[in-house]
């Protein structure tokens, strides 16, 4: 499956707004609503995704280009798995858990949203390199 590669630079955006706001009010709430965005992400059905097919894209030209809609969804995975990891550190007390995980999830959001760096991205096509039988 093709996608404009725009889309999720503009959940990359979102969640980087919404990463910023668990930092700062420290809140396993809001962590927790990302954590639901970033699995449905990993699942092809992004709630981001969708505000950007309703509500954005409509308003922009066509992409120049399409790319493989693969990569993105692994990095939905890599970005839910972070969460998963603060969300265990806010439950277990180990705020420094919590905020480091958040803040590297941020991190890689902020690359994407501001750079077009997803590293989740760039994981996905490492691991697919070094996978036996793959002559790329």
Do not use: H, K
Not at 13 to 38: G, M, N
């Amino acid at each position: 499956m093709q996608i404009d590669p725009r889309g999720p630079r503009f959940g990359a955006a979102v969640t980087t707004l919404i990463l910023a706001i668990t930092l700062v009010t420290r809140s396993p709430w809001l962590l927790a609503l990302q954590a639901v965005v970033f699995a449905f992400g990993a699942f092809d059905a992004s709630p981001y995704g969708l505000l950007f097919r309703r509500l954005v894209r409509p308003r922009l030209g066509p992409p120049s280009e399409l790319e493989d809609a693969a990569p993105p969804r692994f990095a939905q995975g890599v970005g839910l798995g972070f969460a998963i990891v603060g969300l265990i550190g806010f439950a277990a007390g180990i705020t420094p858990l919590a905020l480091g995980a958040t803040a590297a999830a941020l991190l890689a959001a902020f690359l994407n949203a501001a750079f077009g760096l997803c590293l989740g991205c760039e994981m996905y096509l490492i691991i697919r390199r070094l996978q036996p039988g793959r002559t790329q």
